[in-house]
């Protein structure tokens, strides 16, 4: 970030190749659809550059982005509520939320109950307010510890924990539901 600092494009660019993948997925799963993930993405990483000189030597990067990104995420979705005829559809082609995981499965029976799982997941992601989905998000699938989570959304570590517990048990409720 030093170089990016001092006008280096390059590291701009190793920056935004380094985040490019991470920071989409992260903006589609808090926004719903790519269409807006894509402008938060780019509208993100021009902020990166025209605010470089802000960025503090000391600091970490990571969090810093997220910060950008979530914040950018919290403003498109307020715009939505303002403008509700704006609101995009969710995408039909989003991955699912377990297409990172590992798998064994084989059986057409289990390949039907694992995407189940995942649509219920989405709905259930979706379903859970800006604070704690963007702390979930950033837990579970950016793999941020919550010192950096609570630096990038700066908040206590405290509070961090508590949005956290909230989500997974708003998660497990819905979840439940969705069940039967």
């Known amino acids: 970030m030093a170089r990016v600092k001092a006008g280096d494009d390059d590291a701009l660019a190793a920056l935004l190749r380094r985040y490019e993948q991470a920071l989409f997925h992260y903006a589609r799963q808090m926004l719903g659809n790519a269409a807006d993930a894509e402008d938060i993405f780019q ?11 802000r960025f503090w030597g000391n600091a ?4 810093w982005v997220y910060r ?18 704006v609101q995009p559809g969710n995408d039909e ?11 064994a499965i084989s059986a057409p029976d289990d390949v039907a109950s694992a995407k189940e799982l995942a649509a219920r997941m989405s709905q259930a992601l979706a379903s859970l307010n800006v604070k704690h989905r963007a702390v979930f998000l950033m837990a579970h699938q950016e ?28 998660l497990m409720a819905v979840l439940e539901s969705s069940k039967s």
């Open 143 to 170: 793999g941020m510890s919550y010192a950096e989570i609570a630096r990038a959304l700066r908040i206590p570590a405290g509070t961090v924990k508590s949005r956290m517990n909230k989500a997974v048990s708003q």
């Open 43 to 53: 509208e993100t990483f021009l902020r990166v550059h025209l605010h470089r000189r």
């Open 93 to 103: 082609d989003r991955p699912d939320v377990l297409d990172n995981l590992p798998s």
């Open 60 to 63: 970490l990067f990571k969090p």
């Open 68 to 85: 950008i990104a979530t914040n950018l995420c919290k403003d498109r979705l307020r715009y939505r509520q303002r403008r509700p005829e």
